[in-house]
């Protein structure tokens, strides 16, 4: 098998009361005036102002003035919410990626779209995803940036043609066991599988090892190991109930959706 193969996819304005008082304080300091540091700044000169009664709020019903009940209304940007913004990406995402084949069929612009919401997502991981029980489970490869990245000679352009691939999957469990298979159709007939058991070693935060096994391949009653052992390091960037997205040492990124 290539090389690649056994790479596969683990790769998976304004201001609170404290701050305005240094800022006075900072101020009057600057054009020579000296306070201690618990001195309060001297109260500005209140000068008259005549106001009207409209600009306090009351209003003329025939000879009497009533008091106003208007609604102020905030000026402010709303706040949105991280959460709630996540799950519309990780939507977008999963519809972008969904029938392409875990990539494979995306043009150009669709494909930037990707990377794009990736980015994005990525900017919103939690801060120790490798700590996270999240972590562990069933997942679906749905989309790879490098297809031979999550399949080796299986995904590249003449594999897809004579293998029918009809499953990429990978199962993470506790405490640190990783297992791969990518099952197909040989020319549309010979079912087959190649699969590789690894170890996972924790290197950072967010990066992390993989440590593979010579991988497995069955078709039809035919089992059978190949090649050596094999290594891979990712980094898992973003991470939550539905999706985990990855990063390889040469930059493919990987998204991963759970069963």
Same mark, same amino acid.
């Given at each position: 098998? /290539?090389?690649?193969? &056994?790479?596969?996819?683990?790769?998976?304005?304004? @201001? *609170?009361?404290? =701050?305005?008082?240094?800022?006075? !304080?900072?101020?009057?300091?600057?054009?020579?005036?000296?306070?201690?540091?618990?001195?309060?700044?001297?109260?500005?000169?209140?000068?008259?102002?005549?106001?009207?009664?409209?600009?306090?709020?009351?209003?003329?019903?025939?000879?009497?003035?009533?008091?106003?009940?208007?609604?102020?209304?905030?000026?402010?940007?709303?706040?949105?919410?991280?959460?709630?913004?996540?799950?519309?990406?990780?939507?977008?995402?999963?519809?972008?990626? /969904?029938?392409?084949? &875990?990539?494979?069929?995306?043009?150009?612009?669709? @494909? *930037?779209?990707? =990377?794009?919401?990736?980015?994005? !997502?990525?900017?919103?991981?939690?801060?120790?995803?490798?700590?996270?029980?999240?972590?562990?489970?069933?997942?679906?490869?749905?989309?790879?940036?490098?297809?031979?990245?999550?399949?080796?000679?299986?995904?590249?352009?003449?594999?897809?043609?004579?293998?029918?691939?009809?499953?990429?999957?990978?199962?993470?469990?506790?405490?640190?066991?990783?297992?791969?298979?990518?099952?197909?159709?040989?020319?549309?007939?010979?079912?087959?599988?190649?699969?590789?058991?690894?170890?996972?070693?924790?290197?950072?935060?967010?990066?992390?090892?993989?440590?593979?096994?010579?991988?497995? !391949?069955?078709?039809?009653?035919?089992?059978?190991?190949?090649?050596?052992?094999?290594?891979?390091?990712?980094?898992?960037?973003?991470?939550?109930?539905?999706?985990?997205?990855?990063?390889?040492?040469?930059?493919?990124?990987?998204?991963?959706?759970?069963?």
């Amino acid at each position: 098998m /290539d090389l690649a193969v &056994r790479n596969t996819f683990i790769a998976g304005d304004t @201001r *609170c009361a404290g =701050e305005e008082r240094s800022w006075a !304080l900072s101020s009057l300091a600057n054009n020579g005036v000296s306070y201690s540091s618990w001195a309060a700044p001297p109260k500005p000169l209140m000068v008259a102002r005549r106001v009207s009664m409209s600009q306090r709020g009351f209003h003329r019903q025939g000879s009497k003035w009533s008091k106003s009940m208007a609604v102020t209304s905030s000026t402010s940007t709303p706040e949105i919410e991280t959460e709630g913004n996540a799950k519309e990406l990780v939507d977008e995402l999963l519809l972008l990626v /969904d029938r392409s084949d &875990r990539g494979v069929l995306l043009n150009e612009q669709d @494909r *930037c779209k990707v =990377e794009q919401i990736i980015e994005r !997502l990525e900017q919103q991981c939690i801060p120790e995803p490798l700590k996270s029980p999240l972590l562990f489970g069933e997942w679906d490869v749905v989309y790879s940036s490098n297809p031979t990245s999550t399949g080796g000679y299986y995904r590249s352009a003449l594999g897809r043609a004579l293998l029918n691939t009809k499953q990429m999957m990978q199962i993470v469990k506790e405490p640190d066991s990783v297992s791969n298979k990518v099952s197909f159709a040989a020319l549309g007939i010979f079912d087959g599988e190649v699969s590789l058991q690894g170890k996972l070693e924790v290197l950072d935060k967010n990066w992390i090892k993989i440590k593979f096994e010579s991988p497995e !391949l069955k078709i039809g009653s035919f089992d059978f190991q190949y090649g050596g052992q094999s290594s891979v390091k990712i980094a898992i960037i973003y991470l939550d109930e539905r999706v985990r997205l990855g990063r390889g040492s040469r930059g493919s990124l990987f998204v991963f959706r759970r069963r």
